[in-house]
T-cell receptor
Framework: DQQVKQNSPSLSVQEGRISILNCDYTNSMFDYFLWYKKYPAEGPTFLISISSIKDKNEDGRFTVFLNKSAKHLSLHIVPSQPGDSAVYFCASLSGNTPLVFGKGTRLSVIA | DSGVTQTPKHLITATGQRVTLRCSPRSGDLSVYWYQQSLDQGLQFLIQYYNGEERAKGNILERFSAQQFPDLHSELNLSSLELGDSALYFC?????????????FGPGTRLTVT
């Protein structure tokens, strides 16, 4: 049973526009949600996280929104840049459990 | 640079051999996690240590073991290696406080078993 789902395997966005990456989860006990960017053969790069007691967290071009009633979170990247092209993973955990990862969404930012 | 370091970057060895992968967490982080990423697979959690003690275990084979030392660095030992153990192995460390939780990954060790 997949507790964290990223239903869009890929997304293409024009440079300068907003990229919106989505993630759904099933475990209402998750208390932190994280987003990572990953290139092949490299370690995931931590981007931003949000606590379950908040509904928005912002860091530069990255904003994460959490909708607990819908068990949904999204990552907004504004403005999108060609260097943002990568695979993006959402991940969640509750208490001291290990991170549970989604399968990723491949973002392509087209110049 | 995440602040998590891993050595070696690449490792090539033969089936049946034993190797040790090393990880140093970010300064001040007490937790260390090990993950495996095989070709075209997602990240598989192996094991977690917190301040020298095992905290959680994932899909870690009995041929694999790990430990965290008093200086907080960690080693992952892989023995009786098989071709299927060829993968990227990542280490991560985390920081938690108040409304904040962040987990940072190292650059990985690429293990090739021939």
């Amino acid at each position: 049973d997949q507790q964290v789902k990223q239903n869009s395997p890929s997304l293409s966005v024009q440079e300068g526009r907003i990229s919106i990456l989505n993630c759904d989860y099933t475990n209402s006990m998750f208390d932190y949600f994280l987003w990572y960017k990953k290139y092949p053969a490299e370690g995931p790069t931590f981007l931003i996280s949000i606590s379950s007691i908040k509904d928005k967290n912002e860091d530069g071009r990255f904003t994460v929104f959490l909708n607990k009633s819908a068990k949904h979170l999204s990552l907004h990247i504004v403005p999108s840049q060609p260097g943002d092209s990568a695979v993006y993973f959402c991940a969640s955990l509750s208490g001291n459990t290990p991170l549970v990862f989604g399968k990723g969404t491949r973002l392509s930012v087209i110049a | 640079d995440s602040g998590v370091t891993q050595t070696p970057k690449h490792l090539i060895t033969a089936t049946g051999q034993r190797v040790t992968l090393r990880c140093s967490p970010r300064s001040g982080d007490l937790s260390v996690y090990w993950y495996q990423q095989s070709l075209d697979q997602g990240l598989q959690f192996l094991i977690q240590y917190y301040n020298g003690e095992e905290r959680a275990k994932g899909n870690i084979l009995e041929r694999f073991s790990a430990q965290q030392f008093p200086d907080l660095h960690s080693e992952l030992n892989l023995s009786s290696l098989e071709l299927g153990d060829s993968a990227l192995y990542f280490c991560a460390s985390s920081v938690r406080g108040g409304q904040r939780y962040e987990q940072y990954f190292g650059p990985g060790t690429r293990l090739t078993v021939t």
